[in-house]
């Protein structure tokens, strides 16, 4: 089975590159962040028409999350299902081929003493108690998306430009390493371990002409999913173009 993540940045500025990429890559389930539409105007019937069944968790012109899947697509949660509801469209969760797949799009952070940021860190813990909910460490599961955190220092073009901001702070990588002693593998670092690997780079500045990049969308998977994975990558030709993503697809098969 291949699975993938990629934020799209606004799938109504993006569904043809979308598309396109489907038909090139040929994804089994396909995680979307950032949809940026409402849940009526989601392309439900030009993916069907593709092959894939669908759920998603829109909010208008910001967040939004959906799963493509060619492969079933059952339990579909919407939001969080265990604790308060978050008010933003971040996380939808379903079962796609067996799987336990939980979509999401953690919050910016915005800045270290900004309100946010402790959003940030408290949605962290409460994903974590999510996946308690819906899986146990023994079942196949694959929580994947744009987390908004870079989870080392080589997940990042300069640890020193980047230093006091978020998406590299402390407390942000510690929630993040909560998360995985649930019983979860960061899969493509594990296949991976070579510096210069992105997923994000920023539209301003020449970033991704440069290389200055961080890795933060990733697919953190069970130990019974890390056995069977035969391959990851990050799509960075899906950054190339007129006007795509600043996000690229990263992708795992098991």
Wanted: proline share 5%.
């Amino acid at each position: 089975m291949l699975v993938a993540t990629w934020n799209v940045n606004s799938l109504k500025a993006r569904l043809p590159r979308v598309q396109a990429w489907l038909e090139e890559a040929q994804p089994d389930v396909l995680c979307m962040q950032e949809t940026k539409m409402k849940q009526e105007v989601f392309p439900t019937e030009v993916f069907t028409e593709m092959g894939y069944e669908s759920a998603h968790f829109g909010q208008g012109q910001w967040n939004g999350v959906a799963i493509l899947s060619k492969v079933g697509l059952t339990d579909v949660v919407q939001n969080f299902a265990v604790g308060d509801p978050d008010t933003d469209a971040r996380i939808i969760s379903a079962t796609c081929g067996g799987a336990k797949v939980v979509c999401v799009y953690v919050p910016n952070g915005r800045e270290l003493d900004h309100e946010h940021y402790q959003y940030k860190l408290r949605w962290m813990k409460q994903l974590r108690q999510h996946v308690d909910t819906i899986a146990t460490p023994s079942d196949d599961v694959i929580v994947t998306g744009d987390f908004n955190i870079a989870p080392l220092d080589i997940d990042v073009w300069d640890p020193a430009a980047l230093e006091g901001s978020t998406h590299v702070s402390e407390p942000e990588r510690n929630v993040l390493a909560e998360l995985r002693t649930w019983g979860l593998v960061d899969i493509f670092r594990e296949q991976h371990p070579e510096p210069k690997l992105y997923s994000w780079w920023d539209y301003r500045d020449g970033s991704f002409h440069k290389g200055h990049g961080m890795r933060i969308d990733y697919l953190l998977v069970s130990k019974t999913v890390a056995q069977r994975t035969t391959e990851t990558t990050i799509d960075r030709n899906a950054r190339k173009g007129e006007k795509p993503s600043d996000h690229a697809p990263v992708l795992l098969r098991f």
